[in-house]
């Protein structure tokens, strides 16, 4: 089985502490601390385990700068076959349906069976999942914590309301976008890192994809820090701290006793 699984580098919100900049335009990125999209790698290691069970192989592909190139190399130090990276000046600030077009690109000249994505990345929005298995025709799951393969096709189960399981059959080729808690991902060592340091990922710009990005329709105003409505009060402190003092004032109006 062919898998594609798409995959981004994001600010590592474990590392980091995200302020909106001076502008409202973006987030403050010059010190930011990146990593692999924590949905993702999940993704990676599922196709991992799907291939060891049913042969072929996993590509990871990024859309970034060339600094993403690191998180392709990750995941292949993780266990994945090959990367490819999308890395061109027009692409740099595409929104979900201009990524999912690129991605597009990448699936019909590779003759994909599976394309996994993260559920959601630092956007927050989910779109580039369903809007890929759009522009392909291709059968979609969201919110994906079960994979069983059968032959061409697979038992898909997905994370539904309510913390209840729906489960469906799905034919191949297929989207599905990944959801955290469907395995555990193996840990990636400096072994592991240090055997694909030199592999060589193919970088292919707008004209190797023929995708030419259209305008967006829509575009990304500005970001801001709500302000704090009435009886909010912020926590301060180190994590014991926030969590001392939470549990005293659930205490104090009952929540807990």
């Known amino acids: 089985m062919e898998i594609l699984v798409c995959v981004k580098r994001v600010p590592d919100t ?16 010059g010190d930011l601390v990146y990593s692999v999209n924590e949905w993702d790698n999940y993704a990676v290691e599922e196709a991992i385990r799907i291939r060891d069970d049913q042969g072929g192989s996993v590509t990871v592909v990024t859309v970034g700068d060339e600094a993403a190139e690191e998180v392709l190399r990750r995941e292949m130090a993780m266990g994945a076959d090959k990367g490819i990276h999308l890395c061109d000046g027009a692409f740099e600030g595409a929104n979900g349906n201009q990524t999912a077009r690129l991605l597009k690109a990448v699936v019909e000249k590779g003759g994909y069976d599976l394309i996994l994505t993260g559920a959601q990345a630092d956007g927050g929005a989910g779109q580039v999942g369903g809007m890929l298995a759009a522009m392909l025709d291709y059968p979609y799951a969201s919110l994906v914590n079960k994979i069983q393969v059968n032959g061409s096709k697979m038992e898909v189960g997905r994370e539904i309301e309510g913390g209840n399981q729906e489960m469906n059959e799905i034919k191949t080729p297929c989207v599905l976008s990944i959801q955290t808690g469907i395995n555990e991902p193996r840990y990636v060592g400096i072994r592991g890192i240090r055997k694909v340091a030199s592999v060589d990922i193919p970088r292919l710009g707008a004209p190797d994809l023929g995708a030419a990005l259209a305008a967006p329709k829509v575009t990304r105003e500005g970001y801001f820090v709500p302000e704090l409505g009435d009886g909010a009060e912020m926590l301060e402190g180190t994590d014991e701290e926030i969590i001392e003092k ?12």
């Open 14 to 29: 474990a590392e980091n502490e995200i302020e909106v900049n001076g502008s409202g335009s973006d987030i403050e990125r």
């Open 246 to 257: 939470l549990i005293e004032l659930l205490k104090a109006k009952g929540g807990v006793k």
